[in-house]
T-cell receptor, first 112, second 110 residues
Framework: EAQVTQNPRYLITVTGKKLTVTCSQN?????MSWYRQDPGLGLRQIYY???????DKGDVPEGYKVSRKEKRNFPLILESPSPNQTSLYFC???????????FGQGTRLTVV | DQQVKQNSPSLSVQEGRISILNCDYT??????FLWYKKYPAEGPTFLIS?????DKNEDGRFTVFLNKSAKHLSLHIVPSQPGDSAVYFC?????????FGGGTRLMVKP
């Protein structure tokens, strides 16, 4: 089954404690991206990757890091989380950047 | 500054009637537009798209209209069904990035 898998689904952490949200896709897609969803703001792109070892900033990259060492995986790293990063995060993949994208089920992150 | 706006945060429609969801954009460089549907506790799923060379695209009960001069697109659902109740996001491309609107929550009443 074609899917994008994110882990964990829910996470509560404290300010400053580094965390990683994993994302994996099984569709051999070149393009992967991370979004955050906040009320009234829709989905805002954090980072995207057009292929292995190629990453670029989206609209709201501050406070986040990503890596793309393998085609299937695109982890999101928060080196020092802050409460304003409390949000619902989605990973997505597609063959092309603006093609139909497949989304993961989301990770709800709370930073206290 | 939001380049893609959905000005109606919610819409309520009776089952069997037409649902019309609207979206406005500001960037004239956008040339491809998509609609996504999102149920609670799930990720968004692709619904329908349209290229700027077209003004209409239809897929079953779903039709997207694009008015380039007004920088406006709309999604029509006919007839609306209770299972269509979800949040709908429009999105437009800008280079290698997708820009999403804030979403419209559609409620279809039986």
């Amino acid at each position: 089954e074609a899917q994008v898998t994110q882990n964990p689904r829910y996470l509560i952490t404290v300010t400053g404690k580094k965390l990683t949200v994993t994302c994996s896709q099984n569709m051999n897609h070149e393009y992967m991206s991370w979004y955050r969803q906040d009320p009234g703001l829709g989905l805002r792109q954090i980072y995207y990757s057009m292929n292995v070892e190629v990453t670029d900033k989206g609209d709201v990259p501050e406070g986040y890091k990503v890596s793309r060492k393998e085609k299937r995986n695109f982890p999101l790293i928060l080196e020092s989380p802050s409460p304003n990063q409390t949000s619902l995060y989605f990973c997505a993949s597609s063959f092309f950047g603006t093609d139909e994208a497949f989304f993961g089920q989301g990770t709800r992150l709370t930073v206290v | 500054d939001q380049q893609v706006k959905q000005n109606s945060p919610s819409l309520s429609v009776q089952e069997g009637r037409i649902s019309i969801l609207n979206c406005d954009y500001t960037n004239s460089m956008f040339d491809y537009f998509l609609w996504y549907k999102k149920y609670p506790a799930e990720g968004p799923t692709f619904l329908i798209s349209i290229s700027s060379i077209k003004d209409k695209n239809e897929d079953g009960r779903f039709t997207v209209f694009l008015n380039k001069s007004a920088k406006h697109l709309s999604l029509h659902i006919v007839p609306s069904q209770p299972g269509d109740s979800a949040v709908y996001f429009c999105a437009s491309n800008a280079g290698n990035m997708l820009t999403f609107g804030g979403g419209t929550r559609l409620m279809v009443k039986p």
